[in-house]
């Protein structure tokens, strides 16, 4: 079942760490829509939670999230002209 809550459209459960990333990157005017995807198990572990930027796409970017054995993919939607500016806000805020 999909759901919706402000620019996040939820079919897969969240990763409870990153809602807080989620909700601050939902308030970027730039972002059209946030769609989280399965969460999965890697065979690598991070002791810290991690996001980190995987690639752009034809509508926007998409994003992994990793928290010790579980990854989770997002796909951040935006216009062609702000998919730069809004990776570069994203990383200084994850470098915080």
Same mark, same amino acid.
């Given at each position: 079942?999909k759901?919706?809550?402000?620019k996040?459209k939820?079919?897969?459960?969240i990763?409870?760490?990153f809602?807080?990333?989620?909700?601050?990157?939902? @308030? *970027?005017?730039?972002? %059209?829509?946030?769609?989280?995807?399965?969460i999965?198990?890697?065979q690598k572990?991070t002791s810290d939670? =991690?996001?980190?930027?995987?690639?752009?796409t034809t509508?926007?970017? @998409? *994003?992994?999230?990793? %928290?010790?054995s579980?990854?989770?993919?997002?796909?951040?939607?935006?216009?062609?002209d702000?998919?730069d =500016?809004?990776k570069?806000?994203?990383?200084?805020f994850?470098e915080?």
């Open positions: 079942m759901y919706q809550s402000g996040i939820t079919e897969h459960h990763m409870e760490e809602i807080p990333f989620l909700d601050w990157l939902q @308030k *970027i005017d730039q972002v %059209k829509r946030i769609i989280p995807g399965r999965s198990r890697q572990w939670k =991690n996001i980190s930027f995987s690639y752009m509508s926007g970017f @998409k *994003i992994k999230l990793k %928290k010790w579980t990854a989770q993919e997002v796909f951040v939607i935006c216009d062609n702000d998919k =500016n809004l570069d806000i994203m990383m200084k994850v915080k």
